[in-house]
Antibody, heavy 121, light 110 residues
Framework: EVQLVESGGGLIQPGGSLRLSCAAS????????MSWVRQAPGKGLEWVSV???????YYADSVKGRFTISRDNSKNTLYLQMNSLRAEDTAVYYC???????????????WGQGTLVTVSS | QSVLTQPPSVSGAPGQRVTISCTGS?????????VHWYQQLPGTAPKLLIY???NRPSGVPDRFSGSKSGTSASLAISGLQAEDEADYYC??????????FGGGTKLTVL
Protein backbone atom coordinates (compact mmCIF):
# COMPACT_ATOMS: atom_id res chain seq x y z
CA GLU A 1 0.00 0.00 0.00
CA VAL A 2 1.32 3.43 -0.96
CA GLN A 3 1.70 5.86 1.94
CA LEU A 4 3.17 9.34 2.27
CA VAL A 5 3.69 10.81 5.72
CA GLU A 6 4.84 14.42 6.12
CA SER A 7 6.47 15.90 9.19
CA GLY A 8 8.46 18.96 10.23
CA GLY A 9 5.83 21.67 10.16
CA GLY A 10 5.34 24.18 12.93
CA LEU A 11 5.47 27.82 13.94
CA ILE A 12 8.46 29.76 12.64
CA GLN A 13 9.36 33.44 12.65
CA PRO A 14 9.66 35.41 9.41
CA GLY A 15 13.11 35.00 7.94
CA GLY A 16 13.56 31.61 9.58
CA SER A 17 14.18 28.17 8.11
CA LEU A 18 12.36 24.86 8.30
CA ARG A 19 12.85 21.44 6.73
CA LEU A 20 9.86 19.30 5.85
CA SER A 21 10.13 15.54 5.42
CA CYS A 22 7.92 13.10 3.57
CA ALA A 23 8.47 9.43 4.33
CA ALA A 24 7.23 7.15 1.60
CA SER A 25 6.28 3.49 1.69
CA UNK A 26 4.93 1.10 -0.89
CA UNK A 27 7.04 2.53 -3.71
CA UNK A 28 10.52 3.92 -4.38
CA UNK A 29 10.85 7.71 -4.20
CA UNK A 30 13.93 7.83 -6.42
CA UNK A 31 12.15 6.02 -9.26
CA UNK A 32 9.27 8.47 -9.34
CA UNK A 33 8.54 12.16 -9.84
CA MET A 34 7.80 13.72 -6.44
CA SER A 35 6.30 17.10 -5.66
CA TRP A 36 5.31 19.49 -2.92
CA VAL A 37 1.96 21.27 -3.12
CA ARG A 38 0.76 23.82 -0.57
CA GLN A 39 -2.57 25.24 0.48
CA ALA A 40 -2.83 28.50 2.38
CA PRO A 41 -5.63 28.66 4.97
CA GLY A 42 -8.98 28.86 3.20
CA LYS A 43 -7.29 29.04 -0.22
CA GLY A 44 -6.69 26.78 -3.19
CA LEU A 45 -3.86 24.44 -4.13
CA GLU A 46 -0.51 25.83 -5.27
CA TRP A 47 2.25 23.72 -6.80
CA VAL A 48 5.60 24.41 -5.09
CA SER A 49 8.30 22.13 -6.46
CA VAL A 50 9.09 18.86 -8.23
CA UNK A 51 12.05 16.50 -8.36
CA UNK A 52 12.23 14.11 -11.28
CA UNK A 53 13.55 10.58 -11.06
CA UNK A 54 16.70 11.73 -12.85
CA UNK A 55 17.29 14.38 -10.19
CA UNK A 56 16.23 17.53 -12.05
CA UNK A 57 14.37 20.02 -9.88
CA TYR A 58 11.90 22.80 -10.66
CA TYR A 59 10.24 25.45 -8.51
CA ALA A 60 7.33 27.85 -8.57
CA ASP A 61 8.47 31.45 -9.02
CA SER A 62 7.10 32.28 -5.56
CA VAL A 63 9.67 30.04 -3.84
CA LYS A 64 12.57 29.96 -6.31
CA GLY A 65 15.86 30.73 -4.61
CA ARG A 66 14.43 30.14 -1.13
CA PHE A 67 13.19 26.52 -1.17
CA THR A 68 15.14 23.39 -2.08
CA ILE A 69 13.64 20.00 -2.85
CA SER A 70 15.75 16.89 -2.31
CA ARG A 71 15.50 13.21 -1.48
CA ASP A 72 17.38 10.58 0.50
CA ASN A 73 17.24 7.33 -1.43
CA SER A 74 18.45 5.26 1.52
CA LYS A 75 15.56 6.53 3.65
CA ASN A 76 13.02 6.66 0.79
CA THR A 77 12.21 10.16 1.95
CA LEU A 78 11.51 13.47 0.22
CA TYR A 79 12.50 16.81 1.74
CA LEU A 80 11.71 20.48 1.34
CA GLN A 81 14.23 22.90 2.81
CA MET A 82 12.54 26.26 3.28
CA ASN A 83 14.67 29.35 3.95
CA SER A 84 13.89 33.06 4.28
CA LEU A 85 10.32 32.21 5.18
CA ARG A 86 7.61 34.83 4.77
CA ALA A 87 4.11 35.22 6.17
CA GLU A 88 2.72 34.30 2.75
CA ASP A 89 4.41 30.88 2.98
CA THR A 90 1.93 29.94 5.73
CA ALA A 91 0.10 26.87 4.45
CA VAL A 92 -0.47 23.17 4.74
CA TYR A 93 2.29 21.50 2.74
CA TYR A 94 1.46 18.24 1.00
CA CYS A 95 3.90 15.88 -0.63
CA UNK A 96 2.50 14.01 -3.59
CA UNK A 97 3.64 11.52 -6.16
CA UNK A 98 3.46 12.96 -9.67
CA UNK A 99 2.49 10.27 -12.11
CA UNK A 100 3.54 10.84 -15.68
CA UNK A 101 2.10 9.20 -18.74
CA UNK A 102 2.48 10.34 -22.34
CA UNK A 103 -1.11 9.29 -22.91
CA UNK A 104 -2.66 10.92 -19.85
CA UNK A 105 -0.27 13.63 -18.72
CA UNK A 106 1.13 14.63 -15.31
CA UNK A 107 -1.12 14.17 -12.31
CA UNK A 108 -0.85 13.58 -8.56
CA UNK A 109 -2.00 10.06 -7.79
CA UNK A 110 -1.01 9.84 -4.12
CA TRP A 111 -0.97 12.56 -1.47
CA GLY A 112 0.21 12.75 2.11
CA GLN A 113 -1.96 14.09 4.92
CA GLY A 114 -0.11 17.41 4.97
CA THR A 115 1.89 19.34 7.56
CA LEU A 116 1.06 22.90 8.65
CA VAL A 117 3.68 25.62 8.44
CA THR A 118 2.85 28.89 10.15
CA VAL A 119 5.16 31.86 9.60
CA SER A 120 4.46 34.51 12.20
CA SER A 121 6.20 36.61 14.80
CA GLN B 1 -5.24 34.65 -9.33
CA SER B 2 -5.12 31.03 -10.52
CA VAL B 3 -3.93 30.12 -14.01
CA LEU B 4 -7.01 27.94 -14.53
CA THR B 5 -10.42 29.51 -13.85
CA GLN B 6 -13.18 27.68 -12.00
CA PRO B 7 -16.50 28.97 -10.61
CA PRO B 8 -16.14 29.58 -6.85
CA SER B 9 -19.25 27.58 -6.06
CA VAL B 10 -21.94 25.34 -7.50
CA SER B 11 -24.88 23.65 -5.86
CA GLY B 12 -27.48 21.02 -6.57
CA ALA B 13 -30.11 18.89 -4.92
CA PRO B 14 -29.59 15.19 -4.21
CA GLY B 15 -30.01 13.15 -7.37
CA GLN B 16 -29.36 16.08 -9.68
CA ARG B 17 -26.47 16.55 -12.11
CA VAL B 18 -23.97 19.39 -11.75
CA THR B 19 -21.02 20.46 -13.85
CA ILE B 20 -17.88 22.36 -12.90
CA SER B 21 -15.97 24.19 -15.60
CA CYS B 22 -12.23 24.79 -15.82
CA THR B 23 -11.03 27.39 -18.31
CA GLY B 24 -7.41 27.75 -19.34
CA SER B 25 -5.51 29.24 -22.24
CA UNK B 26 -3.39 28.41 -25.26
CA UNK B 27 -0.36 27.82 -23.01
CA UNK B 28 -1.94 25.06 -20.94
CA UNK B 29 -5.22 23.27 -21.75
CA UNK B 30 -5.33 24.75 -25.25
CA UNK B 31 -1.77 23.56 -25.89
CA UNK B 32 -3.00 20.00 -25.59
CA UNK B 33 -2.06 19.28 -22.00
CA UNK B 34 -4.37 16.93 -20.17
CA VAL B 35 -6.71 18.02 -17.37
CA HIS B 36 -7.08 16.22 -14.06
CA TRP B 37 -9.55 16.67 -11.23
CA TYR B 38 -9.26 16.31 -7.45
CA GLN B 39 -11.83 16.10 -4.70
CA GLN B 40 -10.99 17.56 -1.30
CA LEU B 41 -13.36 16.67 1.50
CA PRO B 42 -13.35 19.05 4.48
CA GLY B 43 -10.19 18.73 6.56
CA THR B 44 -8.58 16.12 4.32
CA ALA B 45 -5.94 15.92 1.61
CA PRO B 46 -6.97 16.13 -2.05
CA LYS B 47 -7.84 12.86 -3.75
CA LEU B 48 -7.45 12.10 -7.45
CA LEU B 49 -10.88 11.93 -9.08
CA ILE B 50 -10.28 12.10 -12.85
CA TYR B 51 -7.01 11.85 -14.77
CA UNK B 52 -6.19 12.29 -18.42
CA UNK B 53 -9.34 14.36 -19.03
CA UNK B 54 -11.82 11.54 -18.61
CA ASN B 55 -10.31 8.53 -16.83
CA ARG B 56 -11.44 7.40 -13.39
CA PRO B 57 -9.01 5.76 -10.95
CA SER B 58 -10.12 2.49 -9.46
CA GLY B 59 -12.76 3.05 -6.80
CA VAL B 60 -14.16 6.32 -8.15
CA PRO B 61 -17.87 5.93 -8.95
CA ASP B 62 -18.96 6.32 -12.56
CA ARG B 63 -21.20 9.18 -11.41
CA PHE B 64 -18.08 11.29 -11.91
CA SER B 65 -17.03 12.05 -15.48
CA GLY B 66 -14.69 14.48 -17.18
CA SER B 67 -14.31 16.01 -20.60
CA LYS B 68 -12.08 18.49 -22.39
CA SER B 69 -12.58 20.70 -25.42
CA GLY B 70 -10.36 23.48 -26.71
CA THR B 71 -9.10 25.59 -23.83
CA SER B 72 -11.65 24.26 -21.31
CA ALA B 73 -12.57 21.15 -19.39
CA SER B 74 -15.55 20.06 -17.33
CA LEU B 75 -16.28 17.76 -14.44
CA ALA B 76 -19.79 16.34 -14.27
CA ILE B 77 -21.32 14.72 -11.22
CA SER B 78 -24.59 12.90 -11.72
CA GLY B 79 -26.91 11.42 -9.10
CA LEU B 80 -25.62 13.96 -6.56
CA GLN B 81 -25.17 12.60 -3.05
CA ALA B 82 -24.63 14.34 0.28
CA GLU B 83 -21.10 12.89 0.52
CA ASP B 84 -20.14 14.66 -2.70
CA GLU B 85 -20.09 17.97 -0.82
CA ALA B 86 -16.46 19.03 -1.13
CA ASP B 87 -14.03 21.31 -2.92
CA TYR B 88 -13.05 20.31 -6.45
CA TYR B 89 -9.88 21.37 -8.24
CA CYS B 90 -8.77 21.04 -11.84
CA UNK B 91 -5.09 20.73 -12.71
CA UNK B 92 -3.06 20.80 -15.88
CA UNK B 93 0.42 21.64 -17.11
CA UNK B 94 1.68 24.88 -18.57
CA UNK B 95 4.21 25.63 -21.29
CA UNK B 96 6.16 27.56 -18.64
CA UNK B 97 7.11 24.09 -17.33
CA UNK B 98 4.94 24.14 -14.27
CA UNK B 99 1.94 22.37 -12.86
CA UNK B 100 -1.08 24.66 -12.66
CA PHE B 101 -4.28 24.41 -10.63
CA GLY B 102 -7.69 26.00 -10.79
CA GLY B 103 -8.85 28.10 -7.86
CA GLY B 104 -11.24 25.43 -6.69
CA THR B 105 -15.02 25.06 -6.65
CA LYS B 106 -17.07 24.44 -3.53
CA LEU B 107 -19.92 22.03 -4.21
CA THR B 108 -22.92 22.35 -1.90
CA VAL B 109 -25.54 19.61 -1.85
CA LEU B 110 -28.81 21.31 -0.98
Amino acid sequence: EVQLVESGGGLIQPGGSLRLSCAASGFTVSSNYMSWVRQAPGKGLEWVSVIYSGGSTYYADSVKGRFTISRDNSKNTLYLQMNSLRAEDTAVYYCARLEYSYATGNYFDYWGQGTLVTVSS
Amino acid sequence: QSVLTQPPSVSGAPGQRVTISCTGSSSNIGAGYDVHWYQQLPGTAPKLLIYGNSNRPSGVPDRFSGSKSGTSASLAISGLQAEDEADYYCQSYDSSLSVVFGGGTKLTVL
